[in-house]
């Protein structure tokens, strides 16, 4: 029974602690998070794919420094899997900034409560059972690598520029 009541009271505590790293990133990086938000919103799909070469390019030398029978080598790898999945939380908090914004465009919620509301609202759809461990999950996580990516080298969607319209001519 002591087993149960520690995982339910530690995944209890993750729920409760998720919303509020996320939380914590938008009030203090409030620029980098709306640069990440603005490519889950703008571009989707670039997203998702900066965020497969990024897969990509990190789990290598993870799965390299991991699989090295040498202790500091596995620290390193732990290490870089640690800091990583940390950093995509940038990335995490930028669609949850979407989540929220939209939130609060169809209802007449602060920013705040529309954050906190679309973090929930990830956090929870990455629990629901199998649907949300085996699609949703890896694809939010993917591209919240690809928003984290584009959010801290600074690389904004191109606006989309209007073709100039052909002079009107009033010769006859």
Known sequence: ?????????????????FPAMLTAWWLLFPAVISRAQTRVDKTPMQTFWMGVMIVIAVTIPIVILLALPFGP????????????????????AGIAAHLGKRLTDQSSLSPLNGFIRGSVILELAAFFPVLGWFFIWPLMLITAFGATGFALLNWKPREKTQPAAAPISTQA
Do not use: P, Q
């Open 73 to 92: 080598a596995k620290f390193i790898g732990w290490v870089l899997l640690a800091a990583s999945l940390a950093l995509s939380s940038i990335g995490s």
């Open 1 to 17: 029974m002591a087993d149960i009541s520690a995982i339910f009271f530690i995944l209890l505590i993750i729920g409760i602690a």
